[in-house]
């Protein structure tokens, strides 16, 4: 009835659909626990102690425990819906990375908190910058932290 062969049409699937992704490879966990399913992610280059001083003062005023979140360090950033995807967080914050890839363009605005498949984002300019700039810093606060965690 169908005469069709398999390799006749094989030849029309030759770009990669699928790469597998090792997420141990691509993510560090610096520290937190996840109980919350909040994920914060930070580029290699924010990884200094006084921007993880500045994130731990900013997550603890939004009545959050460390064993509430986890914070990780993506080592390779075109591999952060990878991440979220292995993760399933409820609420992902990013400081200096975007969800955009070659097949994804969000498309969304900085400190302005959005649902994306039924996730929780929250996108903010890198640790370092915020933490350099007052006017970032209480943008971040009081458009982003605020309604993203219900602070009154």
Known sequence: ??????????????????TNIDSN???EIIKGSFQQKILILIS?????????????????????QEADYQIGMVLEKNTILHIINQLNPET????????????????KNVYKPFRFNQIKFLLSNTLSEVSANAAMKSTLWTTGLKPLFNIQ
């Open 1 to 18: 009835m169908n005469d069709i062969q398999i390799d006749e049409v094989l030849h029309i699937y030759n770009e990669t659909l699928y």
């Open 25 to 27: 490879a691509s993510y």
């Open 44 to 64: 290699k280059e924010d990884n200094l102690p006084e921007n993880q001083q500045l994130l731990t003062k900013m997550l603890a005023a939004c009545n959050l």
């Open 92 to 107: 992902v914050l990013l400081f200096g990375l975007s969800l955009n890839n070659e097949a994804f363009n969000a498309q």
